[in-house]
């Protein structure tokens, strides 16, 4: 997710008003998932106001099916929430709710499977804060009910080489059971021309997979 505490910062260098904010990130591991999207203010989006967050994500990961045998399920899932976001002195906040839709497929060796999609609602909030000029802290957590899963985020960081690093933790669940852990060191805000990025490398681990395997992720976003 693209950082909102950044946005003043890149009213400055960029001039003008900014009024929306794309966005992707693609985490690789023992699962996968590739995630696009927008971020709309309804007033300029570097101040207090509504704001719209639109997303569509892909993702695969491996599991155990009938007679343990080994399969893999493709998710597809989008939303699009209306919240509001706060600025502080100390950073940002941002609350935000609104449907959402999934779809998954199941393949194993015999067969492929695809079921209905599913709609629900989403709650995301996040928080992205400067406790000291020199640090970072960002969380982030995000609840929907298409598949009952719950996937939240917490790093800090220490500006150092032009960009914040720290440690991060990352934890996924949903209701069929399977749970995901990710823990790891990442880089944030560092720049080339107008695109801001974050990388991360860790061990992850999940559901029915006795040893942690390693994982990196990227994100980009930049106002538009």
Do not use: M
């Given at each position: 997710m693209a950082?909102?505490?950044?946005?003043?910062?890149?009213?400055?260098?960029y001039g003008g008003e900014i009024d929306a904010l794309l966005f992707g990130s693609l985490d690789a591991g023992a699962a996968t998932f590739l995630t696009v999207g927008a971020k709309l203010g309804?007033?300029?989006?570097?101040?207090?106001?509504?704001?719209?967050?639109?997303?569509?994500?892909?993702?695969?990961?491996r599991e155990r099916g009938?007679?343990?045998?080994?399969?893999?399920?493709?998710?597809?899932i989008a939303a699009a929430v209306l919240g509001y976001q706060w600025f502080f002195d100390w950073g940002t906040a941002a609350i935000f709710a609104g449907p959402e839709g999934a779809t998954e497929m199941l393949a194993d060796r015999r067969a492929l499977a695809v079921f209905p999609a599913t709609?629900?609602?989403?709650?995301?909030?996040?928080?992205?804060?400067?406790?000291?000029?020199?640090?970072?802290?960002?969380?982030?957590?995000?609840?929907?009910?298409?598949?009952?899963?719950?996937?939240s985020r917490l790093a800090w960081g220490y500006r150092a080489w032009g960009a914040y690093l720290g440690p991060e933790l990352s934890v996924y669940g949903d209701e069929t059971g399977y749970r995901k852990w990710n823990l790891g060191l990442h880089a944030t805000d560092f720049a080339i021309a107008r695109y801001s990025f974050r990388v991360s490398a860790g061990l992850q681990t999940e559901t029915g997979r006795r040893s942690a395997v390693p994982y990196v992720a990227l994100a980009v976003w930049s106002p538009w």
């Open positions: 950082a909102s505490l950044f946005l003043a910062q890149a009213h400055a260098a309804l007033g300029p989006l570097d101040q207090d106001g509504f704001v719209l967050l639109a997303s569509a994500g892909s993702g695969r990961q009938d007679f343990g045998l080994p399969r893999t399920r493709y998710t597809f709609y629900g609602a989403r709650l995301h909030a996040e928080i992205w804060a400067r406790p000291t000029e020199d640090t970072l802290l960002q969380a982030t957590a995000i609840a929907g009910s298409t598949r009952g899963s719950v996937w």
